[in-house]
């Protein structure tokens, strides 16, 4: 595997794509962008959304190709939708049987070196590593984690490496849906080992949790300190937690964090069933502790394949996904109806006062539902 | 306040009551006695239902009204629950100010033993308290945690007690609905402490966090083995974590106990704003501790009023309800619809398989529910 292969930063083609994807959060407020983007698809259509075509460069390997089908899954538009299920179902008994990871970490613990180190380790070792990230704070702000193209340098040339930003726009439930997706279509394009990065915001790690077979929370030394600010329960999602920056006059002190979390790990149930949650450090900076990382998720999807629970848990995961997409398409239909959406401010705010009870105030909301057959 | 109050228990509307709230397990498996019950309230309906005389008696101490309109509540018959929206309405603005505390352990951790201990010392304080029971697992045993009506004898013949049994039947979600509304009957009925029981079974933790203002976890000696089969996630829901059974030869480990508690506790984001959550010792049987831990209570209250973060959790929580209900009954009359129910066994087994995309299982779906307009 040599240069050959190095994406080509100036070529036209992913030039396009850096425009739909490297910019998620400009989309939405930029319909001018949005619509130059729409008409590119739309010029191209025949040649460009050939879906045969673009599953069979994605699956023989083609990162343009796979950046543009997770583009067309990430589309808002309604006929990308429709020919990203088309993809989706050429591409669903291709995927390759991978290892999904997912990583969290309050900000500062080093997640970008991290995963860049690790990645690379990887990447050398012969794997294909597909980086995502799950950022539900860049529809707030605008941006997005991976949105930072200097991000990951020597990760993004890697040639065994594929490194996707956070998909933009849309809802929670948005991203989760074609977070998902993506995952397929990476493991479609042989993708074996996919890094899927969280912020720690809202309901993000859970969402993750829910998509990945091991999670890991990155920490930072001082653990007491830290746990005070840490969000509830997020320890008791983790398979490992690793301490980074163990290195120069921090190793001292992240050996004793180390020692801190596996006591408190020692009051929490187990996010696996089997597997016993504990903590590691590391060096992202001078590659320490990541060889035995790696062993560690090994030891993990071994353990997991012979007692079924790697299985287990991910057909039950396909499930929660479909029931939790339909909420999500159902509550969409209730709350965007205009019957609905104009009369529940004024009943929420009378169950609020007291004023009227809350099934009273349901029951006036399903009136107004089923004045018109809801679009759904 | 003397025996003229007590409850007279062979008083035949009584016995009545009993047949519908005692036995509720029994209710759905013995359509007979079902029957009975309706044909009675259908006798009577003019009388029995006259909703306004049941609201006025109510309003006015009647523990038989109480009884009866929290029968009608917990009713699943159509026109009962037309009735008790109608009642409900009534009673919500003559709701006194109570405050509401949910209580839950482990089997074995003396929660009733503990109730009724802290239920008599409040009614002789001059009190009224009501208890109430959420027990998601009645409806799977046919059994009920307040089901036994030898437990809590002393409290139950205070005249300043109300006893209440778990609500029959239902989902979880029903269960939730019908708890809501009866608190809502008994602070209508004066009483100003409520005690909701629970026990660790499912999202009942949960649930009963979502209706209360102070929650307690009645837990035994021996932190550190407890911890391990404690439910996850269960200590962050606490205001306070009370260490029962101090009492004999028990006393020097319970308040070790106490202090492993309090260490974890440091840990822990606390469960109320501006509240820090800590572990206390009390004897249910030799009824020490509960004076200061009703001290706590109050203080708690008085804290939260200050700062508004009483009124903004009540809010909140009522703000909850009505989106949860909402939810429930979307999802009713989702998984209910006969075409969705024909295609959905099959379509879930072929996403788990990796057969058909999550996104496409849903679409056909969603058209099978738009065949028929859904009955909402």
Not at 191 to 203: A, S, W
Not at 247 to 271: M, S, W
Not at 291 to 304: D, P, T
Request: net charge neutral.
């Amino acid at each position: 595997m040599g240069d050959q292969n190095r994406p080509e930063w100036t070529d036209p083609e992913k030039e396009e794509n850096f425009t739909t994807t490297y910019m998620p959060g400009l989309k939405s407020k930029h319909d001018g962008m949005e619509q130059t983007n729409r008409k590119r698809f739309q010029k191209k259509d025949n040649a460009e959304l050939d879906i045969q075509e673009i599953a069979a460069k994605l699956v023989g390997g083609n990162r343009i190709a796979l950046s543009k089908a997770i583009t067309l899954i990430e589309s808002n538009a309604k006929d990308h939708y429709q020919k990203a299920q088309e993809l989706l179902t050429y591409l669903l008994p291709l995927a390759v049987p991978s290892i999904r990871i997912g990583i969290t970490g309050v900000p500062g613990a080093g997640k970008s070196t991290f995963i860049e180190a690790f990645g690379i380790l990887l990447c050398e070792m012969g794997y294909k590593v597909a980086v995502l990230a799950v950022d539900p704070s860049s529809t707030v702000t605008g941006g997005s984690i991976l949105g930072d193209k200097t991000r990951m340098e020597n990760l993004a040339r890697h040639p065994n490496a594929f490194i996707r930003p956070s998909p933009s726009g849309g809802t929670l439930g948005g991203v989760h849906r074609k977070t998902r997706e993506t995952v397929i279509a990476c493991e479609a394009a042989g993708y074996d080992v996919l890094l899927i990065e969280t912020v720690g915001v809202g309901q993000s790690e859970v969402m993750v949790r829910g998509m990945v077979d091991f999670f890991m929370l990155l920490a930072l030394t001082g653990a007491g300190d830290e746990l005070q600010g840490m969000k509830k329960g997020i320890m008791e999602l983790a398979d490992a937690i690793v301490i980074n920056k163990a290195d120069g006059e921090n190793v001292t002190l992240a050996r004793k964090t180390c020692r801190e979390y596996n006591q408190i790990l020692h009051f929490l149930l187990p996010a696996t069933k089997g597997w016993q949650t504990r903590a590691f450090t590391c060096s992202a900076l001078h590659g320490t502790g990541l060889e035995a990382l790696w062993s560690v998720i090994q030891k993990f999807k071994e353990k997991g394949e012979e007692s079924g629970v790697f299985t287990e848990r991910r057909h039950l995961q396909e499930k929660e996904w479909l029931y939790s997409m339909i909420r999500e398409k159902l509550e969409n239909a209730f709350f965007d109806h205009p019957g609905v959406k104009r009369i529940l401010p004024s009943l929420q705010a009378s169950v609020i006062k007291g004023d009227v009870p809350v099934s009273k105030a349901v029951d006036s909301l399903f009136q107004e539902f089923q004045q018109n057959k809801p679009e759904v």
